[in-house]
């Protein structure tokens, strides 16, 4: 059984006497459990409040250049749909990148990343729909090779 807390996250539920235990749940939050209370034939309980947690959001991805190749030691800095910079990382030897954000921390509704290391032009992704909970958000980059580096 279930039911949907109004805007003010006041809920009513109807149980039958016993004992319950009460899962909060809310896409993009971690699941909140309450302590065990017990219910008589007549009984109302009020229950603590429940704080939810925003869930993690990564971010990983691979960036190559324009023959296909992995460019380790790249830049990486990933930023709101205005550019303002939210988190960086460096790929490594394989040309790969991870960004885990802290747990609670949101996550604007679409990114842009980019990619800079010297001798390459900087690379920009097109603006991407942000975050997948509990999967990563892959965005992969390509460098080309500097004219005048």
């Given at each position: 059984?279930?039911?949907?807390?109004?805007?003010?996250?006041?809920?009513?539920?109807?149980?039958?006497?016993?004992?319950?235990?009460?899962?909060?749940?809310?896409?993009?939050?971690?699941?909140?459990?309450?302590?065990?209370?017990?219910?008589?034939?007549?009984?109302?309980?009020?229950?603590?409040?429940?704080?939810?947690?925003?869930?993690?959001?990564?971010?990983?991805?691979?960036?190559?250049?324009?023959?296909?190749?992995?460019?380790?030691?790249?830049?990486?800095?990933?930023?709101?749909?205005?550019?303002?910079?939210?988190?960086?990382?460096?790929?490594?030897?394989?040309?790969r990148y991870h960004y885990?954000?802290?747990?609670?921390?949101?996550?604007?509704?679409?990114?842009?990343?980019?990619?800079?290391?010297?001798?390459?032009?900087?690379?920009?992704?097109?603006?991407?729909?942000?975050?997948?909970?509990?999967?990563?958000?892959?965005?992969?980059?390509?460098?080309r090779f500097a004219l005048?580096?």
């Amino acid at each position: 059984m279930s039911t949907v807390a109004d805007p003010n996250g006041k809920y009513r539920l109807e149980v039958s006497a016993g004992t319950i235990r009460l899962k909060f749940a809310l896409a993009g939050y971690d699941d909140q459990f309450s302590s065990t209370y017990g219910v008589d034939q007549n009984g109302e309980v009020i229950v603590a409040p429940a704080t939810l947690r925003m869930s993690a959001w990564a971010i990983s991805g691979l960036v190559t250049d324009s023959s296909g190749a992995s460019v380790a030691g790249a830049g990486v800095v990933i930023g709101d749909y205005v550019g303002v910079p939210i988190g960086n990382a460096t790929t490594d030897g394989s040309g790969r990148y991870h960004y885990a954000s802290a747990f609670g921390v949101p996550h604007p509704p679409q990114i842009i990343v980019s990619a800079r290391k010297a001798g390459y032009e900087t690379a920009f992704s097109s603006s991407v729909n942000c975050c997948n909970l509990g999967t990563d958000t892959v965005v992969n980059l390509s460098v080309r090779f500097a004219l005048n580096p």
